[in-house]
């Protein structure tokens, strides 16, 4: 059974940092890409970062490059989420996916609240 666990969400002010972390389960990590999305209510779920296997390739939404990093340790099976400079408009649930060939796996999501 193939889980993936998110945490380090919470509430900080504009300007603050914070890092998520994802674990993953069930699966043979070092084969699958990692991203992580996020989504507010009513919206679509949209790309944040994602992260090759081998974590050579790294891409990043327009919204946040210059900001998050996105990092991966396939000894821990974690893929995780460097988010700095954060804005009221980063607050959403952040969702970490794994896939070879679209997204396959997702987690359940941790919320990332950002106050001004």
């Known amino acids: 059974q193939v889980q993936l666990v998110e945490s380090g969400g919470g509430l900080v002010q504009a300007g603050d940092s914070l890092r998520l972390s994802c674990v993953a389960s069930g699966l043979t990590f070092n084969i699958y890409g990692m991203g992580w999305f996020r989504q507010a209510p009513g919206k679509q779920r949209d790309l944040v970062a994602r992260i090759t296997s081998g974590g050579g390739i790294k891409q990043y939404g327009d919204s946040v490059k210059g900001r998050f990093t996105i990092s991966r340790d396939n000894t821990k099976n974690t893929v995780y989420l460097q988010m700095n400079s954060l804005k009221p408009e980063d607050t959403d649930v952040y969702y970490c996916?794994?896939?070879?060939?679209?997204?396959?796996?997702w987690g359940q999501g941790t919320q990332v609240s950002v106050s001004s």
């Open positions: 996916a794994a896939g070879i060939q679209g997204w396959k796996y």
